[in-house]
């Protein structure tokens, strides 16, 4: 039962543009949400979370927005840089609980 | 400060053999994680070891194991080896437990099992 979900396996942006990636939760007690970056070879990095008791969070680039009612996280880049090309990976937790991950987007940026 | 490293990077085995996987955390990190990622199913959490001590499990058979030594230093088994287990197997260190935002990776040991 996949209970964190990313229905896009890949998502090709062009530079400069904005790149919204998304992730849907059946769990309703999850109450934290983070987001992480895989490059190839390489082990994924935090990049951004948001808590539930907020609907948007902000770090330079990227945006995370939450949507508690339709269970729904998404990810903003803008303006989306080559160097963003990565698996995303949203994840979910409740209280102490592990993490649950997402399957993961591949996000291509193209020059 | 060097990042959490991960033993070996690559491994093949073969059906019914056993492994054992070794991850050093960053200097000062009490809490190592476990993770196996696959094509279809994303990273899923193995367990958790902090202090010694397991504090979190995931819902992987019996045939997957862990300990961690009192450096922090862990290792995970897998015993029995199936063609499912082929996968990338991540383990992340932070200082405390629970603290995934603040939670670092290694590369990972990618196994495959022939």
């Known amino acids: 039962d996949q209970q964190v979900k990313q229905n896009s396996p890949s998502l090709s942006v062009q530079e400069g543009r904005i790149s919204i990636l998304n992730c849907d939760y059946t769990?309703?007690?999850?109450?934290?949400f983070l987001w992480y970056k895989k490059y190839p070879a390489e082990g994924p990095t935090f990049l951004i979370s948001?808590?539930?008791?907020?609907d948007k969070n902000e770090d330079g680039r990227f945006t995370v927005f939450l949507n508690k009612s339709a269970k729904h996280l998404s990810l903003h880049i803008v303006p989306s840089q080559p160097g963003d090309s990565a698996v995303y990976f949203c994840?979910?937790?409740?209280?102490?609980?592990?993490?649950?991950f997402g399957t993961g987007t591949r996000l291509t940026i193209i020059p | 400060k060097a990042g959490v490293t991960q033993t070996p990077r690559y491994l093949i085995k073969t059906r019914g053999q056993q492994v054992t996987l070794s991850c050093s955390p960053i200097?000062?990190?009490?809490?190592v994680s476990w993770y196996q990622q696959t094509p279809g199913q994303g990273l899923q959490f193995l367990f958790e070891?902090?202090?010694?001590?397991?504090?979190n499990k995931g819902n992987f058979p019996g045939r997957f194991s862990g300990r961690q030594f009192s450096n922090s230093r862990s290792e995970m088994n897998v015993s029995t080896l199936e063609l499912g287990d082929s996968a990338l197997y991540l383990c992340?260190?932070?200082?405390?437990?629970?603290?995934?935002?603040?939670?670092?990776f290694g590369p990972g040991t990618r196994l495959t099992v022939l």
């Open positions: 992340a260190s932070s200082l405390i437990s629970n603290s995934y935002n603040e939670q670092f």
């Open positions: 769990n309703s007690m999850f109450d934290y």
């Open positions: 948001i808590s539930s008791i907020k």
């Open positions: 994840a979910a937790r409740f209280g102490n609980e592990k993490l649950t």
């Open positions: 200097s000062g990190h009490r809490s």
């Open positions: 070891y902090f202090s010694e001590t397991q504090r």
